[in-house]
């Protein structure tokens, strides 16, 4: 009976981290290839429209080509479903959470997994991608304990289905936890942005909740 | 010079954004019927919406204004300078934030990279590849020195490396458009100006989000990204593109010129991208209505078209009226769709304004008046930023639940406390209760065993 008992308290308070590392692939950017059908026509400046545009072949211009252009921006962002953060040795899987009634950003349910904020935008598009991780649970550590040891230029690796992007830290702020800039945490940026978020601080016993949050703030990495 | 020290010394003015020279309704109040909410209408999105119209009417014109150069037309000079009036209002917009010099040096920036376009229209017309290769170097570098000046300027709000892609987007869309332009594959020339004006909308809210994040309290610390503003500017650029849309493809009809089927086709697409808007809001039996009423405008003015070439003054006479009609139409679709949040009254009287700007951009080209052609031009596109405006206004007030933010208000609990220093009474009590249990269920199960013995 004393083994069982043991395995059940074993099993109770358990934290599992995974650390596998797993390799980082650059976001491809779809390209438009294009080949222009008709030749090139290229006149001396008429003063007829209709005239401009008839079919000759110079060989002095080339047909146009779509290579090495940008035609639009593709930046649409990936579901994530991972996320590794190398320096931590951290490699968890992502929830998507929303917004609880009384306004706060959901929690991922497994204290082992990080939740990603899925009304706001997707890593790697366009604004602020925010992820929420526990720093621990009711028995000991969570998936983001360590992260409040991160430092500038460290990198975190967002998976997608088929692809990866990698973000790179820029910023440490911790504020205190009624006090944060949410919007700015959450808010629009021209460029693309991943912001974590954990507990740290004293935790209140009474608001049953740390004082502190922190907030990683990273930036994706151009390929 | 020094950025910095300007930044501090200058204070920013809203008013001064939208100068004498920008008839915009960017004001809560306007003609098109009534007041937009302070969600849709504020010092921070009228900014967005500013920039937004000066952005994009610069791709419009210099996609134009490219065109007219290769054809050698008469009105090249005309829409020349109507791009460089572009360039002065977007200085004096940027000038009007950072102060007048840097709203100079704006100005020789990107008066630059309209130069390097000349430079390759120039050396396309002369067959010049080597003249070619030069003007697109060119552009390169003027992307690193635009770049870095909006970096400074915008703190690094916006990055240099960021501005660097956007601005080679904007470049890439131009000379593609130009390009195909001159090979005669008009689709994708006129689906690159289509996309082009777009891209400059995020341009806009990039460049908008910057300057309020810098100045808050000089914008009443409003944002220029909500779902109303998103919405608002949207419709802007559907709108605006119809009327830049309708005005090419009046002057390409009446020029008979080989592009003007594919004009005449980018601007059904805009109709059908209208549409699809109005659909999200109003459902598809909505949506239908919609596109009869608006397709039925831009038959008209094609009616107008074709009787002037034919000097047919009945028949332009039978299509203005036709026009009269068709506002009292569209006007009472957008007074019943909206619930009389936009008045039949005042629709009818934007309405007006529209019609009457295509027409006269339209009659003075004709005519070869074409200074007046690109004031026109440049009203009848400012315009629509005001039907924007106020459509957004109304669906945003009928329908607020669409438009709430998705952004928490709160930060989120993450923590349990498992961690932290000294005895949690709550863990321990929880403990206690499961061992307990388990003890109870031991005690439980003991007795079946010996019962079963």
């Known amino acids: ?223 | 010079m020094n950025l910095k020290k300007k930044l501090i010394a200058i204070p920013l003015s809203v008013s001064l954004l939208l100068p004498a020279g920008v008839p915009l309704a960017f004001a809560a109040d306007h003609d098109h019927g009534g007041p937009a909410s302070m969600e849709v209408s504020n010092p921070a999105t009228d900014l967005r919406a500013a920039l937004d119209s000066i952005l994009s009417e610069h791709a419009y014109l210099a996609v134009v204004t490219m065109q007219k150069g290769i054809d050698g037309a008469k009105d090249f000079d005309a829409a020349a300078a109507q791009l460089s009036e572009n360039t002065d209002e977007l200085s004096a917009a940027v000038a009007s934030v950072y102060g007048e010099d840097a709203g100079n040096q704006f100005k020789e920036i990107w008066s630059s990279h309209i130069g390097y376009f000349v430079d390759y229209v120039t050396a396309t017309a002369n067959k010049d590849e080597d003249g070619r290769k030069k003007a697109l170097a060119d552009l390169d570098g003027y992307r690193v020195t635009q770049a870095d000046f909006l970096d400074k300027a915008t703190d690094s709000r916006l990055k240099a490396a960021d501005l660097e892609e956007g601005l080679k987007m904007h470049v890439d869309q131009l000379i593609w458009a130009f390009d195909n332009y001159v090979a005669g594959d008009y689709d994708k020339a006129y689906s690159s100006l289509y996309e082009s004006m777009h891209h400059m909308f995020g341009t806009g809210k990039g460049l908008s989000w910057a300057i309020t994040d810098q100045f808050p309290e000089k914008f009443d610390n409003h944002t220029v990204d909500t779902p109303a503003a998103d919405l608002r500017e949207a419709l802007n650029n559907q709108f605006s593109a119809h009327a830049a849309l309708a005005i090419i493809t009046m002057q390409k009809g009446i020029d008979g010129a080989p592009d003007f089927e594919t004009a005449a086709a980018t601007l059904n697409q805009n109709t059908e991208d209208l549409t699809a808007s109005v659909e999200s809001v109003y459902g598809a039996e909505g949506a239908k209505q919609f596109n009869e009423i608006w397709n039925s405008h831009i038959g008209y003015f094609v009616d107008y078209v074709t009787a002037t070439a034919k000097k047919d003054a009945d028949g332009q006479k039978k299509a203005m009226a036709d026009l009269d009609a068709y506002r009292v139409t569209q006007a009472a679709f957008l007074d019943t769709a909206t619930e009389g949040r936009l008045k039949a009254a005042d629709l009818e009287e934007g309405l007006k304004g529209h019609v009457d700007q295509l027409l006269m951009a339209f009659d003075n080209y004709v005519a070869g008046d074409y200074d007046a052609t690109y004031d026109n031009i440049h009203e009848a596109y400012s315009h629509m930023f005001g039907v924007g405006t106020a459509l957004s206004g109304a669906i945003v007030d009928q329908y607020p639940d669409k438009f709430t933010s998705a952004m928490p208000a709160d930060m989120p609990k993450t923590g349990l406390g498992g961690m932290s220093d000294g005895p949690d009474y709550t863990v321990l009590w929880i403990v206690a209760s499961l061992i307990f249990a388990l003890g109870a269920g031991t005690v439980l199960m003991r007795r079946k065993t010996v019962k079963e013995q």
């Open chain 1, 1 to 223: 009976m004393k083994n069982l008992f043991v395995k059940t308290i074993l099993f109770v308070l358990s934290i599992v981290l995974l650390t596998a590392c797993a390799s980082n692939t650059e976001n491809p950017k779809a390209s438009i290839a294009d080949e222009p059908k008709k030749p090139v026509d290229v006149s001396q400046p008429e003063t007829e429209v209709e005239q401009v545009v008839e079919d000759a072949i110079v060989t002095s211009i080339p047909a146009p080509s779509a290579e090495g252009l940008t035609l639009t921006d593709n930046r649409v962002g990936i579901q994530p479903t991972r996320i590794e953060i190398p320096a931590l040795h951290v490699d968890a899987v992502i929830e998507e959470v929303g917004r609880l009634e009384n306004g706060q950003m959901g929690v991922p349910q497994n204290p082992d997994h990080v939740g990603w904020f899925s009304p706001g935008v997707k890593p790697g598009s366009q604004g602020s991608a925010v992820m929420a991780g526990h720093v621990d649970s009711l028995t000991g550590p969570a998936v983001f304990y360590k992260l409040v040891t991160l430092e500038i230029g460290d990198e975190i690796i967002v998976h997608g289905d088929d692809e990866a992007l990698t973000f790179i830290v820029t910023k440490k702020e911790e504020y205190p936890r009624q006090n944060a800039p949410v919007d700015k945490i959450f808010g629009f940026t021209y460029t693309s942005t991943l912001n974590l978020i954990t507990c740290t601080g004293v935790f209140d016993r009474k608001a049953k909740t740390h004082d502190n949050r922190l907030v990683i703030y990273t930036e994706l990495k151009k390929p």
